[in-house]
């Protein structure tokens, strides 16, 4: 059954994929990802149904429009093929569990909410908010069918904690992050700290850690300078899932170094 839930876990992560594009491209112009239909940016034609297959459609078309020939971003593709990988390694780590479409739609969500901070250094509360609006009823609902209601009260105070913390960090030196992330902070802290305490302590250890590598890499290479501002979101989305998904061993290493 495992197998049967990552395949389709991934194939409907690649049409979320898809609709996530249209919320990246449209949430920061304030435009409805609902209306009109998918189109061109450039020509402003409607991208019809066989031009608008996940993944397939950029790699039959070379990453031009069919009408006008304007590039299309590889990011497109990169988007909806990441958010495919993401969903089958959610549904592979909760296979077993209700928990698993909350953790689907907290997937979805950092997904966008970190190409939209790479570019516009912005996490927008259009898209924070209902993500945390749908994925923390889902997770209590998902908590309550598995009988583990402890882990959703105890994922409750993580999401506070993890709050309290960044507004403090935010408080004292607010040129270190945004107000943004303080807020992506508290939906981070509810997903981990459902997982266990240590889940949360390195996931968001994680987010800072990569922040820095990539960071201090940049100005390296001459890339970046040291009082730049650089995103902060994808770090933080990217520390928060590989703890979700692979932070187990990680977690129970370090509880055992005392035993």
């Not at 992560?13 to 920061?28: K, M």
């Not at 901070?117 to 509360?125: A, K, S, V």
């Not at 302590?201 to 987010?207: D, H, I, V």
């Amino acid at each position: 059954m495992t197998g049967v839930v990552v395949g389709a876990c991934a194939v409907l992560g690649l049409a979320v994929g898809s609709f996530l594009n249209v919320v990246v491209w449209r949430v920061p112009r304030r435009e409805s990802v609902v209306r009109p239909p998918s189109h061109c940016p450039a020509c402003d034609t409607a991208i019809a149904p066989r031009d608008n297959v996940p993944v397939a459609s950029w790699v039959l078309l070379k990453g031009r429009c069919r009408h006008c020939g304007t590039g299309i971003p590889a990011r497109y593709p990169v988007v909806e093929a990441l958010t495919a990988v993401l969903f089958g390694a959610m549904g592979a780590r909760f296979a077993d569990s209700f928990v698993l479409p909350a953790y689907l739609v907290f997937t979805a969500g950092l997904v966008a909410l970190a190409f939209i901070d790479l570019d516009t250094m912005l996490l927008p509360n259009r898209v924070l908010y209902p993500v945390g609006f749908a994925a923390v009823p889902l997770l209590a609902l998902g908590a309550g069918l598995d009988g583990d209601l402890d882990a959703f009260g105890r994922a409750l105070l993580g999401g506070a904690a993890a709050f309290a913390f960044f507004f403090a960090v935010f408080f004292v030196s607010p040129r270190s992050m945004g107000f943004g992330d303080v807020r992506l902070s508290a939906l981070l802290g509810v997903f981990l700290a459902h997982l266990g305490w240590g889940h949360l302590f390195f996931g968001l250890l994680a987010g800072f850690c990569y922040g820095a590598a990539v960071g201090l890499a940049l100005m390296a290479l001459g890339r970046h300078r040291r009082r730049q501002p650089i995103p902060f979101g994808p770090f933080l989305v990217a520390g928060a899932l590989t703890f979700v998904l692979a932070g187990t061993p990680v977690v129970d290493w370090y509880a055992n170094l005392g035993a």
